[in-house]
C-alpha cells in the first residue's frame, strides 16, 4: 500500500476490554463444546490469539459478529482485553456476515445449518437467494431444511438434553 493512500479503519486491530463485548443474540451456533473451547483456551494461553475477532458498536459495548468461540476462550483463560476488528454495521450486515462466516464452517451440525438458512428465510429471503449469498446449491438449501421436520431433528434434541443432563450432573456433584 502507498503512502498516499487512505487507511481502512475497519481494518485495524484494536484491544478492546473483554467485559465490553456482548455475544450476538442472533448466533447460529448455539451449543458451543466445552471441550474444543478449553482446547483453544490452551492455544490461545501458549501462543496469543492468531486471529481477531470482528465486533461492531452497539449501545455503549461491542457487539460480536465472529469469533465467540475465541471470545469465549478468551474468557477462560482470564485475559483482560482481546484484539477485534471493529466495523460499522447494520442489524441486516451484521445477521448476514455471522450467519454466512459460520455456515461455511465444517462443523456446525446440520441441524444448526438448517436453523441459519431458516433465519434468512424467515428474514424475507427466497431459497435461491440465500443460495447465492451463503454459496451454497438450492439443493443443499432444500436438503438441511427438511431437517427441521424429520426424526434426525428430534433425535439431535433428544441428544442434546442428554448432554446438557449430564453437563448439569456434573457440575451439581461440583457443588
Not at 438441511?144 to 434426525?152: G, V
Amino acid at each position: 500500500m502507498s503512502s498516499d493512500q487512505p487507511l481502512d479503519k475497519a481494518r485495524m486491530i484494536v484491544e478492546i476490554p473483554i467485559e465490553k463485548i456482548v455475544p450476538n443474540p442472533h448466533q447460529v451456533r448455539k451449543l458451543f463444546d466445552p471441550d474444543g473451547i478449553q482446547e483453544l483456551a490452551n492455544s490461545i494461553q501458549r501462543l496469543g490469539l492468531l486471529e481477531p475477532i470482528l465486533v461492531r458498536p452497539k449501545d455503549d459495548k461491542f457487539e460480536i459478529v465472529h469469533g465467540e468461540r475465541r471470545w469465549r476462550a478468551c474468557k477462560l483463560v482470564g485475559l483482560q482485553t482481546i484484539g477485534a476488528n471493529i466495523k460499522q454495521l447494520t442489524e441486516d450486515e451484521a445477521f448476514e456476515i455471522g450467519l454466512v462466516e459460520n455456515i461455511q464452517r465444517e462443523n456446525l451440525t446440520p441441524v444448526e445449518e438448517a436453523f441459519a438458512i431458516k433465519s434468512f428465510l424467515d428474514r424475507g429471503l427466497r431459497q435461491g437467494d440465500v443460495a447465492e449469498r451463503i454459496g451454497k446449491m438450492k439443493k443443499k438449501l432444500a436438503e438441511r431444511l427438511k431437517i427441521l421436520s424429520s426424526h434426525y431433528y428430534t433425535q439431535y434434541q433428544e441428544e442434546e438434553i442428554e448432554r446438557l443432563k449430564k453437563e448439569l450432573d456434573s457440575l451439581k456433584k461440583k457443588d
